[in-house]
Structure formats: C-alpha cells, structure tokens
Antibody, heavy 118, light 113 residues
C-alpha cells in the first residue's frame, strides 16, 4: 500500500526551475492536513522547506526558501506541487513531500531526486 | 548548522538500550510538546516513530520511547536489534506571531555492533 506518490527524477540546469508533484493514492486523503516539503542533500540531514494547507491553500515557507519556492494544490486530482526556482548546484537533493495532520509528518512520499548541473 | 543538536553517531550492542538526545531552545523544544522522531534507513524515506514527545504511531514497536526535559528531548531504544541500525532525526515545531516553522536535528547515525 502506497499512500503518497511523487513524480520522477529531474535533471535541471542552474538558473532553471523544477516542479515536483505529490499525489494521494486511492484510499488516502490529504484533506485536513498540511503537506510539508522536506529536502535532503547527498549525505546530509533533513531540511524543512515549507508547507501548504491542503484545505485553504495557505502556504508557509522557511526563511531560506522564501521568494524562490511556491506550493500549490489541485483539489480535483488530490495533487500537491512544489516549484523551486533559480536552481543552484546546492539544490541537488532528494525532495520529499509528507502529510502533516498536526505537528508531525506521518506519511511520506518516496522522494524525488533533483540534480542540478551546468 | 542545524537548529536542533543531536550527536552525530552512536553505537551499541544488540539487546542493549540507547538514548539519543535532541537539544533545542526555550522557543521550540522547551515550550512546545511537539517533538517528533523519524527513522531513516539508507535510500529510504523517513518514517515517523514518535510524535508529540512520547506517542508511538500504530505499528511502531514499543521498544521505542520518547521523553523531554526542559530544552532537551530524548529517544530511547531498548532491546536493540540489527534492524534498528539507521539514521534518526528529531524535529520540533516552533512559532512566532507571524510564522510557524519546523526544525530538524542534524541526525544521529546509530550503529548496532
């Protein structure tokens, strides 16, 4: 059983943007949850990027990403999107979405590898 | 530099117990009972093992327990098994009047000898 499925790996040039999607599978519901985005650079720890309230669409971003990240959702298809712009080499990472019903992330996507190259 | 401080690595023998500390500040760990812990095996997504300081999700072994004192939270694993060898991350919620934030520790690599 896979509750949340993310889009596939991406390779992007510096300065470009990348969009990663996060879809709730049949039988899993995002409603009443926040959806968080967390990234992990190679060999490094977890870094919280921000969240979107699935119900209202309100967003909240970590200071490090403000102005460079957007998060949206498609209610009819149960998909959440994260777009990161002005990509740099150090944006190379695995990007995870996670469902956050309260103050913890209980269901995680499988991760999407984003590689930034020249 | 991570907002929450964890030991980088720990090791212990099978069958023993171990505690992983997570030190924050009076504005996050110290004031909110919203500390969670995640286990991550190589190449896998993190998995929630403790939430709200000391609660276990359904299906998580009761060998995992959490606690908090002042600005430091702890994860204790009893009866260590080979499968417990993984990276462990703590997380805390924090908030100001205008912004909420989620903090992670730098992670602890646990080796079961």
């Amino acid at each position: 059983q896979v509750d949340v499925v993310q889009s596939g790996a991406e390779v992007k040039k510096t300065g470009a943007s990348v969009e990663v999607s996060c879809k709730a599978s049949v039988g899993y519901i995002f409603t009443h949850n926040y959806i968080d985005w967390v990234r992990q650079a190679p060999g490094q720890g977890l870094e919280w990027m921000g969240s979107i309230d699935y119900n209202s669409g309100a967003t909240n971003f970590a200071k490090n990403f403000q102005g460079r990240v957007t998060m949206t959702r498609d209610l009819s298809n149960s998909i959440v999107y994260m777009e990161l712009g002005s990509l740099r080499f150090d944006d190379t990472a695995v990007y995870y979405c996670a469902s956050r019903p309260h103050h913890y992330m209980d269901v995680w996507g499988q991760g999407t590898t984003v590689t930034v190259s020249s | 530099q991570s907002a929450l401080t964890q030991p980088a690595s720990l090791s212990e023998s099978p069958g023993q117990s171990i505690s992983i500390s997570c030190t924050g500040a009076s504005s996050d760990v110290g004031v909110y009972d919203y500390v969670s812990w995640y286990q991550q095996h190589p190449g896998k997504a993190p998995k929630l093992i403790i939430y709200d300081v000391n609660n276990r999700p359904l299906g998580v072994s009761d060998r995992f327990s959490g606690s908090k004192s002042a600005n430091t939270a702890s994860l204790t694993i009893s009866g260590l098994q080979a499968e417990d060898e993984a990276d462990y991350y703590c997380s805390s919620y924090t908030s100001t009047s205008t912004l909420e934030n989620v903090l992670f520790g730098g992670g602890t690599k646990l080796t079961v000898l």
